[in-house]
């Protein structure tokens, strides 16, 4: 049974940082694609930063980039988010997923695990 951990959520002002974690167990691939998704209320779930587990380059939605950084985590099946310069429209449920090649798109319709969320609300 594959089950994910996800930590570091919270409140923090706009311009602040805060730094998300997730790890997976009972993922038995070699080959994944593992990052963390967002949803605002009214919103569909979106891809924020995903990264392969063979390298290459992650996948960053256009509105982080420059601002948030995915590592993968020394351990196996673990990834974090480093988010700064965070923005009120940043305020959303973060989700943690791992999975196949469509994750790594950023895209919400693929085979893959998910999280239960971590909170992320930034005040103006």
């Known amino acids: 049974q594959v089950q994910l951990q996800e930590s570091g959520g919270g409140s923090v002002q706009s311009g602040g940082s805060l730094r998300l974690s997730c790890t997976a167990s009972g993922y038995t691939h070699d080959s994944y694609c593992m990052g963390w998704f967002r949803q605002a209320p009214g919103k569909e779930r979106e891809g924020v930063a995903v990264?392969?587990?063979?390298?290459?380059?992650?996948y960053y939605a256009d509105s982080v980039k420059g601002r948030f950084t995915i590592a993968q985590g020394n351990a196996k099946n673990t990834v974090t988010l480093q988010m700064n310069s965070l923005k009120p429209e940043d305020s959303a449920i973060y989700y943690c997923a791992i999975g196949g090649l469509r994750l790594c798109s950023g895209r919400t319709d693929g085979e893959g695990y998910w999280g239960q969320g971590t909170q992320v609300t930034v005040s103006s």
């Open positions: 990264s392969y587990s063979l390298g290459g380059s992650p």
